[in-house]
């Protein structure tokens, strides 16, 4: 990503609350892209239901509109080895 000048974060923290109450712990997502595409990365046998709830959780807090889980552990990562999901926030981006 440095390589292409991509603007991005690895290892942001997200605070967790509760009704408008801390609640001291909070989640850790891979990597964020340009602040518009949330990365989640895995290296497992099989991706479970529980990797794209993850992911959404992830994009909903942040308020991101793309997520994209990859999974390292796959012979050919482009075919079988990732998965974009959008959320409501998409719809918000500016058309061209």
């Given at each position: 990503?440095?390589?292409?000048?991509?603007?991005?974060?690895?290892?942001?923290?997200?605070?967790l609350y509760y009704k408008g109450i801390d609640l001291?712990?909070?989640?850790?997502?891979?990597?964020?892209?340009?602040?518009?595409?949330?990365?989640?990365?895995?290296?497992?046998?099989?991706?479970?239901?529980?990797?794209?709830?993850?992911l959404l959780t992830y994009m909903k807090l942040l308020?991101?509109?793309?997520?994209?889980?990859?999974?390292?552990?796959?012979?050919?990562?482009?075919?079988?080895?990732?998965?974009?999901?959008?959320?409501?926030?998409?719809?918000?981006?500016?058309?061209?």
């Amino acid at each position: 990503m440095e390589k292409l000048r991509l603007n991005f974060k690895t290892q942001q923290y997200i605070p967790l609350y509760y009704k408008g109450i801390d609640l001291g712990t909070g989640l850790r997502f891979d990597i964020l892209v340009e602040d518009l595409i949330v990365v989640e990365l895995k290296a497992v046998d099989y991706l479970l239901p529980v990797f794209d709830a993850q992911l959404l959780t992830y994009m909903k807090l942040l308020e991101k509109p793309k997520g994209i889980l990859i999974n390292f552990n796959c012979t050919n990562i482009y075919y079988e080895g990732q998965k974009t999901m959008v959320n409501n926030f998409f719809e918000l981006l500016p058309q061209n």
